[in-house]
């Protein structure tokens, strides 16, 4: 039976061979400043004014390292991450969303979004827990909190899965993400 693990490398590497290798024309970039450069047409939401550093330590409950932050593409995947302090904590918070406008060109070209992102997920993970009242949709399994809310697909991880506290943890952090999207 295959790991959940390889589950998701395999969507992984189903996602980029359907993205192709080619440019579009479409770039996000991380500029100089630190700002999201967006060079298509659509507004896409930094993942950075989600949350705060000083929110990541209360909702932690302990000192955080300065955010790492990342773009993938060509889904156009922002990813923040913020770690504990103290080497010997096992607590972090990371976000991750995926947004319509972000994609590449040709992802979007061929109907791939974020609605049937969210849902080949939901599939691929058979032991989820549906949760009501986050989003339009959510459910909480392999790789924490998802959430479908409009052209949004967003992704907030708090450690392990098996913990009720994380999964407390990642719907306090739902509640101040969703309403700056």
């Known amino acids: 039976m295959m790991s959940k693990r390889w589950a998701v490398v395999i969507l992984v590497m189903v996602i980029f061979i359907i993205a192709g290798c080619g440019k579009d024309g479409?770039?996000?970039?991380?500029?100089?400043?630190?700002?999201?450069?967006?060079?298509?047409?659509?507004?896409?939401?930094?993942?950075?004014?989600?949350?705060?550093?000083?929110?990541?330590?209360a909702l932690l409950g302990e000192p955080v390292k300065e955010p790492d932050y990342q773009i993938k593409e060509p889904m156009g995947q922002q990813l923040l991450f913020f770690s504990a302090e103290a080497d010997t904590a096992f607590r972090f918070i990371q976000v991750s969303v995926v947004q319509n406008e972000g994609m590449s060109e040709s992802l979007q070209s061929s109907g791939y979004n974020v609605t049937k992102l969210y849902?080949?997920?939901?599939?691929?993970f058979k032991d989820n827990q549906l949760l009501t009242g986050i989003g339009d949709e959510a459910f909480w399994g392999t790789n924490g909190l998802h959430i479908l809310k409009?052209?949004?697909?967003?992704?907030?991880?708090?450690?392990?899965?098996?913990?009720?506290?994380?999964?407390?943890?990642?719907?306090?952090?739902?509640?101040?993400?969703?309403?700056?999207?």
């Open 119 to 124: 849902q080949e997920t939901k599939k691929m």
């Open 26 to 57: 479409k770039t996000t970039d991380v500029q100089g400043d630190g700002t999201v450069k967006q060079t298509a047409s659509g507004e896409v939401t930094d993942v950075r004014t989600l949350l705060t550093k000083a929110e990541a330590e």
């Open 150 to 181: 409009g052209n949004y697909y967003i992704n907030i991880s708090t450690g392990n899965t098996e913990n009720p506290e994380n999964l407390e943890l990642a719907k306090n952090l739902a509640a101040k993400v969703i309403p700056r999207l």
